[in-house]
Structures are given as structure tokens and as C-alpha cells.
């Protein structure tokens, strides 16, 4: 069975940080582009950051750049998200998801959540005062 898991949300104050993680079960991640979506309470889900197969190709929301940094550790089998100089702003629950592309497109890294395939049942990030 195809599992994703995500872990480390937690309640933080502005500007702190946070990483979270992204690890499966029933397959091996290396194999899949990942990426990172978020749902703030009455908003549409948009994808923060993603991470091709290969891990040649990285892709962050403007809202992102310069503050979360994605990667991948092939020996655990995890993707992690590190988020810095957290804001009010990035509170919502955070998702990761999966999509093999085939095994030639290692560089390849969608946008759209309908691109992809697997999703984990998120983990909540909260940045209040």
C-alpha cells in the first residue's frame, strides 16, 4: 500500500522555523517528484515548492523564496521542507504529494495538484504570537 506521511508542524511564533518531513511507505521516493502544497482555512490549496526525481530541479511560490528550502535524503527515504522566517501569513496544513513521471523525466516538477498522484494527510503549521 502507498503511504505518504508527513511530520513536524507544530505552533511557532513569527520568524521562527520549522522542518518538516515527507516519508513513504510501499515505495521508494527517489523514483517520484515531490512536492509540498498548503491550505490555509478558506483558501485554495497552492503548491509551495517541488523537487524532481532527480533532484536536478527544484521550484518555490514567490511567497516562498528566499525562506523554505526543499530536499531530498535518498538513504531514509524522506523529503524534507525546511521553512525559515516563518509569517502569520504561512499557517495552514501542509501536504505532500507524489507523482512517478516516468523514469526519463527525472527532471520534471508540476505545478498543479492535479499532476499529482499521492498525497499524505497533511500536518498542521501554525505561526501566531
Known amino acids: 500500500q502507498v503511504q505518504l506521511v508527513e511530520s513536524g508542524g507544530a505552533l511557532v511564533q513569527p520568524g521562527g522555523s520549522l522542518r518538516l518531513s515527507c516519508g513513504a511507505s510501499?515505495?521508494?521516493?527517489?523514483?517520484?517528484?515531490i512536492a509540498w502544497f498548503r491550505q490555509a482555512p478558506g483558501k485554495e490549496r497552492e503548491r509551495v515548492s517541488c523537487?524532481?526525481?532527480?533532484?536536478?530541479?527544484?521550484d518555490y511560490a514567490d511567497s516562498a523564496k528566499g525562506r523554505f528550502t526543499i530536499a531530498r535524503d535518498y538513504a531514509k527515504n524522506t523529503i524534507a521542507l525546511q521553512m525559515n522566517s516563518l509569517k502569520p501569513e504561512d499557517t495552514a496544513v501542509y501536504y505532500c504529494?507524489?507523482?512517478?513521471?516516468?523514469?526519463?523525466?527525472?527532471?520534471?516538477?508540476?505545478?498543479?495538484?492535479?499532476?499529482?498522484?499521492?498525497w499524505g494527510q497533511g500536518t498542521q503549521v501554525t505561526v501566531v504570537t
Open positions: 523537487i524532481s526525481a532527480g533532484g536536478t530541479t527544484t
Open positions: 510501499g515505495f521508494t521516493l527517489s523514483y517520484y517528484a
Open positions: 504529494a507524489a507523482n512517478f513521471p516516468g523514469y526519463s523525466a527525472t527532471d520534471w516538477c508540476g505545478s498543479s495538484d492535479y499532476e499529482y498522484a499521492y
